[in-house]
């Protein structure tokens, strides 16, 4: 490959890029090393970070650390500064191209930086930076000649060689000849007097070299999509290490999106030449005869959905949803994107800016082939480049399309991170149960069929409340299914009292002691085999608790009203409802508004506080559970899991007294969403003649 200009072609040197960076003894173990652990650990081979420090301390870290004779650490670090390029000038200076004098709360994007100065000579006198004069109460303070100006320091100085070179032997001479104790605006004099090149006005420097102004803990905390530096080569001032380190993240993730999306466009391009070639080869080209008639079955089209800043309306269940969490954090970058687009056309096309005023609304789907496709709908404010305030700024409204491919595809088989025979971890089931015999009976159908007949590492412990129901033909049959299987751990246990699931899970708890990974089920669960790896990779011992989200079946009695079971998988027309795999808006729904069902280790929950025993009647008991865990500092983890579905079956009552106003509402709500879909409710009550 050629190089973009005669220097680089001429002088080859070790670095491209050189990069200083100022500190002080008491920030070694903090800003520098948050610095080596994020940008300046993510460098190029071409480019070299070195620390400068002044003379006094203990403190170390590597080869790349200096400690400048004579100098001390106070602040403004003007000696420091100037010692550390005359440092660079007589260890380095045959050894770089460009030369940048940073501080230690500064982020450097180098990658970013060595593409943009790859455009330039660095045997020229080039400086660049975010211009300066001082503040308001500093003119005519500072030293500087009419319409002269520096580069701020604290954003970061990039220098040419031919500049160091030029400039470092008049460093010690500007150092006695100060104006001021700042040490930018006396470097950028030195070098204006002894070189005779300032700081670049241009106002693109300004967005690349960014200053920020707002508080820290607004600027860099929570999302960075929609900041304003997102594009930015340097940011300054970051002075939290936990700052450096997320804005260090979410470059990470944009580089990678952006890597992503060349590469898909990419592939694209090549599938097309490819076609092409392939099609020059074919000198006849045949058409098939078309045997399409009429309309489309409705289900053949993907339907659009709609949101604006609030709500998702959709034809999915519910039809109108929060936008919130991911979907709002993606709603914030789609603002961005769209910004970013509309004003790269702007500045090309009208020589002027365009701010964001209003987000109207946006229609989006998924496409299985061509991924997540947009179209989204803003208001902007229309302003001449070069100007923050425009006197008439012109109102325009701009409609734009989006396509994001999906990634490719990666294969993660749960099986070989957990090997099926190995004994740990196992997973030990605890069921709550009393009544309910029919139910029982289905349940340990479903769990023979998915764990035992697989010969997985399972346990599986009933606890019965004998008081509220009789226990005599559930114990006949657990104990013919005990005989059946008599080499696993099947264990019956029984409490007195009122049913209490916050006690039996207790119970289980206790009864199967430390390091297990427990399961908190309900006897109306059916599984498949594939939920055991699930539950094992989703919940990790001090660290995370997984809570899956199943899939609820609706009332079959009026989804399928008038209508067959879909048939699916290793079933037929005869196959009772509960066992056909169909997760349909129809079929069901999922459940994620339930945090039942939970896969975690034992010493999870006691240290999380356990279950709350003093909650009575139906419900709560899993949402306290779920908050303790959060509250701990246990990571959440919920996801559809395929391998766990909840039969339909009638609400207990809703009206029990033991129930406040909250568990009754949460009953009653469930129970609502349970009965059918929108569209299965309307077919059955025409069907019925009830409308």
């Not at 300046?40 to 870290?61: H, P, R, Y």
């Not at 191209?97 to 940073?102: E, G, I, K, P, T």
């Not at 001449?384 to 396509?403: E, I, M, N, V, W």
């Not at 427990?518 to 995370?544: H, M, P, Q, S, W």
Request: net charge positive; proline share 5%; aromatic share 12%.
């Amino acid at each position: 490959m050629r190089h973009l200009n005669i220097s680089m072609e001429l002088k080859p040197v070790k670095y491209f890029l050189l990069i200083g960076v100022m500190t002080a003894e008491r920030y070694i173990t903090t800003r520098a090393k948050t610095i080596r652990g994020s940008w300046a650990f993510n460098t190029l081979d071409s480019v070299k970070v070195i620390f400068f420090c002044g003379e006094q301390g203990n403190t170390s870290m590597d080869s790349d650390f200096v400690r400048l004779p004579g100098v001390d650490d106070s602040y403004p670090p003007q000696n420091k500064s100037f010692y550390m390029l005359k440092y660079i000038f007589e260890h380095y200076i045959n050894e770089f191209h460009w030369f940048v004098r940073a501080d230690d709360d500064v982020y450097i994007r180098s990658d970013r930086l060595s593409e943009v100065l790859r455009n330039f000579d660095s045997s020229e006198d080039l400086l660049f930076g975010q211009a300066g004069v001082g503040k308001s109460h500093e003119k005519g303070k500072l030293g500087l000649e009419d319409g002269d100006n520096f580069c701020i320091g604290g954003v970061g100085v990039v220098m040419s060689q031919s500049v160091v070179k030029k400039v470092a032997p008049y460093l010690l001479t500007c150092l006695n000849e100060t104006a001021s104790l700042h040490e930018d605006s006396e470097l950028g004099r030195c070098i204006r007097k002894h070189v005779g090149v300032m700081c670049p006005w241009a106002q693109e420097l300004q967005h690349m070299f960014y200053q920020n102004f707002e508080r820290p803990e607004r600027a860099f905390a929570g999302s960075l999509s929609n900041s304003p530096f997102r594009n930015a080569i340097t940011v300054h001032p970051i002075k939290e290490p936990s700052y450096m380190l997320h804005l260090h993240h979410h470059f990470l993730t944009s580089d990678f999106l952006n890597r992503q999306h060349r590469a898909a466009i990419l592939n694209h391009r090549i599938r097309k030449v490819r076609n092409l070639l392939r099609d020059s080869k074919n000198k006849t080209r045949h058409f098939q005869k078309s045997y399409f008639y009429g309309l489309l079955p409705s289900n053949s089209t993907i339907h659009w959905e709609f949101f604006n800043n609030q709500y998702l309306y959709g034809l999915s269940e519910p039809p109108l949803s929060w936008v919130s969490g991911p979907m709002l954090e993606g709603v914030k970058k789609l603002k961005s994107g769209v910004m970013s687009n509309i004003n790269m056309e702007a500045r090309r096309l009208l020589k002027s800016q365009e701010e964001f005023k209003k987000f109207h609304l946006a229609t989006l789907r998924t496409h299985p082939s061509m991924g997540l496709q947009l179209a989204i709908s803003v208001e902007t404010l229309l302003k001449p480049l070069g100007t923050t305030h425009a006197k008439f700024p012109r109102r325009t409204q701009r409609f734009s399309h989006f396509q994001q491919s999906f990634a490719p595809l990666w294969k993660n088989t749960l099986s070989e991170i957990f090997p099926a025979e190995t004994c740990k971890p196992g997973i030990h089931f605890i069921v709550p149960l009393t009544g309910r015999f029919e139910t029982f009976l289905r349940f340990l159908n479903s769990f023979e069929e998915a764990f035992l007949n697989a010969r997985l590492a399972v346990s599986l412990l009933i606890v019965y409340f004998p008081d509220v129901s009789s226990p005599e033909r559930h114990k006949n049959v657990f104990d013919e299914f005990r005989a059946k299987h008599p080499g696993v751990e099947l264990a019956w246990s029984e409490l007195l009292g009122e049913f209490s699931r916050a006690r039996a899970l207790g119970f289980g708890v206790h009864r199967n002691g430390n390091d297990s990974l427990l399961f908190f089920a309900d006897v109306d669960l059916i599984f498949e085999t594939e939920f055991y790896n699930r539950c094992r990779a989703g919940a990790i011992l001090g660290k995370r608790v997984y809570f899956p989200i199943m899939f609820s079946q609706f009332n079959p009695q009026i989804v399928y009203y008038n209508h067959s079971v879909p048939p699916s998988e290793n079933s037929s027309r005869f196959t009772p409802h509960w066992r056909s795999r169909t997760f349909t808006s129809r079929a069901g729904v999922w459940r994620k508004y339930s945090y039942g069902p939970v896969c975690v280790y034992s010493n999870d929950v006691i240290a999380a506080g356990g279950l709350n025993t003093n909650i009575r009647g139906w419900g709560l008991e899993d949402l306290d559970f779920y908050e303790k865990c959060l509250d701990h500092n246990l990571e959440v983890f919920r996801a559809p899991d395929l391998g766990l579905v909840h039969v339909y079956h009638a609400q207990t009552n809703c009206l029990d007294p033991r129930m406040n106003s909250e568990q009754v509402k949460m009953c009653e709500d469930s129970r609502r969403r349970g009965i059918g879909s929108e569209e299965s409710l309307v077919e059955y009550m025409l069907a019925k003649g009830y409308v």
